[in-house]
């Protein structure tokens, strides 16, 4: 260390902390790093990754520590930068727009914006998930059909690169700019992480913001929202009806992707655990303040319903990922941040320090077809011989479209702009010992999906690739992913290649890397 340099905390081999520092919430994935750097500055993360370069060690940055796959525990890492404690959200005057650390985790950044200002960002549901990682993907949630993407309202970066020679500096680049400070904006605003240097600071103001008052910064949320919570159980659930029931979602979003339509009040999660699980289940939000709120949510609601052939139910016990939610059977009328720390910290599944997951995802522009219905149903209904079927395999959609359809597929580097809904194919798990079968199941039920273009998601008519937030190593495995539609494409689509361009500019030494990072140009 250069004397004057700012040192960043160190945690090493022996140190209590180091446990907690070396893996994440997917216990399939630990570290071994010599030494992990927790720096509370932009200067001691520049410091920090400058020792890296210095030693040549492998460097690795974790911000929240909810990435799905190795992107940061794997066995090369040498040196980890945990970015936890630069967790601040301010509103910053030179730039007229917000300033959120890396580190600050989801449910925070809603609550600092909301308490002190009255504004927010479309962000996901999950409290814990750090703002590093949720940014650089691209970033969803509740309110995202009627406000666009997390990234659809970032206005620039600060982030520490390293040149050619091996020096690392703090650049801060924002939409405005051009040539490759226009690309270093333009790359995280859906590259995912790990792939350019290390966010010190997001800049977040609306593209439709007018002068310089914070509170015209970003958009307001709703001031209330009806939420719905309801379980349809698996033995009232034929065939019939579990296809009705996920084709009913599926069509249902397809009808109205478009932005600026009443609809896109509307966002819901329908959860399908295996039928180990007892139940199904649904969470419905809609800003309250629209015309006739209750009207758009009851005729969502039996939509559904009608379609699966089973009355609702309350949701008495898990679901998906959250906890039971049996008052929600009627909707209720709640205060937009009540409901998003309701929602937020119900996640018990998620809090399991020995959780253990695998995770595959596709962007779907239209409903399933009658054979991938079949298909879901049978892969959440088989118990094999002998086997001991988990509660937790599942696949959750997720809604989609609405205003982040109105943002063109080259506007940011998230290409999938004109899908109608998501998919999760996810299961949880504890015991290292049910690694392999887990990871079978999802496997096997992905590529029968998918069986018509080589077991994965390719861009076409009915699908549209996959989320780089949900990484799936498998994507680039030919082993998996027969389609010969390389896991870039089904990332990234024809932005890769811009990627690509701000990772020559910026990271010509190839010094932020993982499994699925921005590769240099050939």
């Not at 650089?136 to 050619?164: F, I, M, N, Q, T």
């Not at 995912?192 to 593209?207: A, D, I, K, N, P």
């Not at 199904?280 to 303040?289: F, Y």
């Not at 870039?488 to 190839?510: E, H, I, S, V």
Request: charge should be negative.
């Amino acid at each position: 260390m250069e004397q004057g340099r700012q040192a960043a905390p160190t945690v090493q081999p022996g140190d209590p902390r180091y446990a907690v520092l070396t893996s994440g919430i997917n216990q399939r994935w630990q570290a071994a790093p010599g030494r992990i750097r927790l720096p509370r500055t932009t200067a001691e993360t520049v410091a920090a990754v400058q020792d890296a370069v210095d030693a040549d060690a492998r460097l690795s940055v974790r911000s929240g520590g909810h990435c799905f796959e190795d992107f940061v525990f794997h066995p090369g890492v040498e040196a980890l930068l945990d970015m936890s404690a630069m967790n601040t959200v301010v509103y910053d005057e030179e730039h007229s727009a917000f300033s959120v650390g890396p580190g600050a985790r989801l449910l925070d950044v809603y609550e600092a914006l909301f308490l002190g200002w009255g504004v927010t960002v479309p962000g996901g549901v999950c409290a814990t998930v750090g703002a590093g990682g949720h940014v650089a993907g691209g970033g969803y949630g509740l309110l995202s059909r009627s406000l666009g993407l997390v990234v659809d309202h970032l206005y620039g970066v600060e982030v520490v690169v390293v040149d050619a020679a091996g020096r690392a500096r703090a650049v801060v680049a924002t939409r405005e700019d051009s040539g490759a400070l226009g690309d270093l904006w333009w790359a995280h605003t859906g590259g995912g992480g790990g792939s350019l240097g290390v966010v010190t600071r997001y800049f977040f103001r609306s593209r439709t913001a007018r002068g310089p008052a914070p509170v015209d910064a970003l958009p307001k949320p709703p001031a209330e929202v009806l939420v719905s919570a309801v379980a349809l159980p698996w033995d009232r659930l034929t065939p019939k009806g579990f296809a009705g029931l996920l084709g009913a979602y599926g069509a249902w979003h397809e009808e109205h992707i478009a932005p600026g339509s009443p609809e896109s009040a509307l966002g819901s999660l329908l959860m399908l655990n295996h039928r180990a699980n007892g139940t199904v289940g649904m969470l419905t939000q809609v800003d309250a303040t629209v015309p006739d709120a209750q009207k758009l949510l009851d005729g969502y609601l039996d939509r559904i319903a009608d379609a699966a052939g089973v009355r609702p139910q309350p949701v008495h016990s898990p679901v998906g990922e959250f906890g039971p939610m049996p008052e929600l059977l009627r909707p209720k009328r709640l205060p937009w941040l009540t409901a998003a720390r309701y929602i937020g910290t119900n996640t018990p599944v998620l809090n399991d320090p020995t959780l253990r997951g695998k995770h595959k995802s596709a962007y779907a522009r239209t409903a399933l077809t009658e054979e991938q219905l079949h298909t879901v149903h049978t892969h959440l209904t088989r118990v094999r011989p002998g086997e001991r079927p988990n509660p937790q395999l599942m696949l959750v959609a997720m809604s989609y479209g609405g205003e982040i359809a109105a943002t063109a597929p080259a506007g940011t580097a998230v290409a999938q702009r004109d899908s109608a809904y998501k998919l999760l194919y996810q299961a949880f798990w504890t015991d290292p010992e049910d690694d392999a079968a887990n990871v079978a199941r999802v496997r096997e039920l992905y590529r029968d999906v998918y069986a018509d273009t080589g077991g994965v998601p390719v861009p076409g008519p009915r699908a549209d690739g996959a989320y780089i937030n949900y990484p799936d190593a498998d994507l680039s495995d030919p082993g998996h992913n027969v389609s010969g539609v390389p896991w870039t494409t089904l990332y990234f689509k024809d932005n890769y290649p811009r990627l690509q361009r701000a990772k020559a500019q910026w990271d010509p030494g190839d010094r932020f890397r993982h499994a699925q990072s921005i590769g240099l140009p050939s």
